[in-house]
């Protein structure tokens, strides 16, 4: 996890609750990305960031929008528009080179009820 | 399509015995693949890569993997398992053209048994 901090590691909101997940990561890294983990799914990408100010969708971005506006910050909001949203998120950066591994932050596990 | 398929949800083995998970892929052009380990309530973190050159791949704590091009596999080895690498095991490959895209496996979770 070195490296990338996500917080907070626990969230409960509300049905109807816009929430923001935070993701830092000190490693100079380009490249970041958001996905959400389910069970027996494994990831799945959300939103991504090659650059800042510049951030693309990824295949399950509806009812989610993210902004880049530093390099070591890479904010997701959940809004009350994501019909599913109790799921563990999971932050991740990379080098902007190809084909370097992605490292990944611990995680923020959000309930909504 | 490109897609990755861990195709058992569960290996059990016994402490000191060889481990293996296995992992298919399908991906266009020359494939990039990663395995990763993620213990309960945490993040992913990286165990290796095969980008190119030798198919035996190694990487942290005495894992290993072979990458075979006919077969499209990348199975994850380690000679002799320990009852703390009981975690969940995912396969990624990188996805051909574009940015930094990673297709994960749905992961298989290890149990090692003293």
């Known amino acids: 996890d070195g490296g990338i901090t996500q917080s907070p590691k626990y969230l409960f909101r509300k049905e109807g609750q816009n929430v923001t997940l935070s993701c830092e990561q000190n490693?100079?890294?380009?490249?970041m990305y958001w996905y959400r983990q389910d069970p027996g799914q494994g990831l799945r990408l959300i939103y991504y960031?090659?650059?800042?100010?510049?951030?693309q969708k990824g295949d399950i971005a509806e009812g989610y929008s993210v902004s880049r506006e530093k390099k070591e910050s890479f904010p997701l909001t959940v809004t009350s528009a994501q019909k599913n949203p109790t799921a563990f998120y999971l932050c991740?950066?990379?080098?902007?080179?190809?084909?370097?591994?992605?490292?990944f932050g611990p995680g923020t596990r959000l309930t909504v009820t | 399509a490109q897609s990755v398929a861990q195709p058992e949800d569960q290996v059990n083995v016994a402490e000191g015995n060889p481990l293996t998970v296995k992992c298919t892929y399908s991906?266009?052009?020359?494939?990039?693949l990663f395995w990763y380990v993620q213990y309960p309530n945490r993040g992913l973190q990286f165990l290796l890569k095969?980008?190119?050159?030798?198919?035996l791949v190694k990487g942290s704590y005495g894992f290993e993997a072979e990458f075979n091009k006919s077969q499209t596999s990348f199975h994850l080895k380690k000679p002799s398992a320990l009852v703390s690498d009981s975690a969940l095991y995912f396969c990624?490959?990188?996805?051909?053209?574009?940015?930094?895209?990673?297709?994960f496996g749905a992961g298989t979770r290890l149990a090692v048994h003293p």
């Open positions: 991740a950066s990379s080098k902007a080179e190809l084909p370097y591994e992605q490292y």
């Open positions: 490693l100079n890294h380009d490249a």
């Open positions: 960031s090659q650059i800042v100010n510049d951030f």
């Open positions: 991906v266009s052009g020359n494939p990039y």
């Open positions: 095969y980008i190119t050159g030798d198919n």
């Open positions: 990624a490959v990188r996805v051909s053209g574009g940015y930094n895209k990673l297709i």
